[in-house]
């Protein structure tokens, strides 16, 4: 498989697959195909696995797209302002990525969900209590809100992040969530009562524009009656 990714901010990649070669999506990701390719929609793993998929931000019905000749060309577009990020993966290391990233992959790569054990996590993480687990091998795309800063962390050093702005995460990043210190932060800073730390070793990628806060700044903006 060849892609390219194409446009600003609302951008699409465009891939071309070679006779019987296939890349899949969830449903209704695809925007436009030539006509040699064959639909086959399933919930890839069964019934309960499609729920848990779900339950990470993705639908529970997945399509697979196969090329009957060579040089088909499919493209799949991002969903909201930002970047679409492509991730190799080897089948030696997973990735952790926020819900909602998947947009499409090669078939070699597994999507699961992602759940953090930590209790305190579970009820206050938001974004990071419910995560998407991409491993395998082959080619994944992610959906970025805004652009991307990569960090490369070393072995005990931390970051604290809003987790709204942790887009993935490589799946040896410890990530957890602690308590703002000081009632005024708490209520006055605008933070909010958590916030994320990432432990390395490993890479963590972090993006500039969440959709939430986003649509928060919009909702903010229209004039209330």
């Given at each position: 498989?060849?892609?390219?990714?194409?446009?600003?901010?609302?951008?699409?990649?465009?891939?071309?697959?070679?006779?019987?070669?296939?890349?899949?999506?969830?449903?209704?990701?695809?925007?436009w195909?030539?006509?040699?390719?064959?639909m086959?929609?399933?919930?890839?793993?069964?019934?309960?696995?499609?729920?848990?998929?779900?339950?990470?931000?993705?639908?529970i019905?997945?399509?697979?797209?196969?090329?009957?000749?060579?040089?088909?060309?499919?493209?799949?577009?991002?969903?909201?302002?930002?970047?679409?990020?492509?991730?190799?993966?080897?089948?030696?290391?997973s990735?952790?990525?926020?819900?909602?990233?998947?947009?499409?992959?090669?078939?070699?790569?597994?999507?699961?969900?992602?759940?953090?054990?930590?209790?305190?996590?579970?009820?206050?993480?938001?974004?990071?209590?419910?995560?998407?687990?991409?491993?395998?091998?082959?080619?994944?795309?992610?959906?970025?809100?805004?652009?991307?800063?990569?960090?490369?962390?070393?072995?005990?050093?931390?970051i604290?992040?809003?987790?709204?702005?942790?887009?993935?995460?490589?799946?040896?990043?410890?990530?957890?969530?602690?308590?703002?210190?000081?009632?005024?932060?708490?209520?006055?800073?605008?933070?909010?009562?958590?916030?994320?730390?990432?432990?390395?070793?490993?890479?963590?990628?972090?993006?500039?524009?969440?959709?939430?806060?986003?649509?928060?700044?919009?909702?903010?903006?229209v004039?209330?009656?």
């Open positions: 498989m060849k892609y390219e990714i194409k446009g600003g901010q609302l951008p699409v990649v465009s891939c071309t697959l070679e006779k019987n070669e296939s890349i899949v999506t969830e449903s209704g990701g695809m925007c195909m030539d006509d040699c390719f064959e086959e929609t399933s919930t890839r793993g069964g019934a309960m696995k499609g729920l848990m998929r779900a339950f990470s931000g993705e639908s019905f997945m399509t697979a797209y196969t090329c009957t000749k060579d040089g088909g060309n499919i493209a799949f577009g991002s969903s909201f302002p930002g970047r679409i990020m492509p991730v190799k993966l080897d089948g030696s290391k990735i952790i990525a926020q819900k909602t990233a998947f947009l499409a992959s090669e078939e070699g790569v597994e999507l699961n969900i992602h759940f953090r054990k930590k209790l305190g996590t579970g009820f206050f993480g938001g974004e990071g209590f419910i995560l998407q687990r991409l491993s395998g091998q082959g080619v994944a795309f992610l959906e970025i809100d805004g652009d991307l800063v990569e960090r490369d962390l070393a072995a005990g050093e931390k604290k992040v809003d987790q709204g702005y942790v887009a993935f995460f490589e799946e040896t990043v410890k990530f957890d969530i602690d308590t703002v210190k000081g009632m005024k932060n708490k209520l006055f800073s605008g933070e909010g009562f958590f916030v994320a730390t990432l432990e390395g070793p490993g890479k963590v990628w972090l993006q500039t524009m969440p959709f939430s806060v986003l649509a928060d700044r919009i909702i903010a903006l004039p209330k009656k």
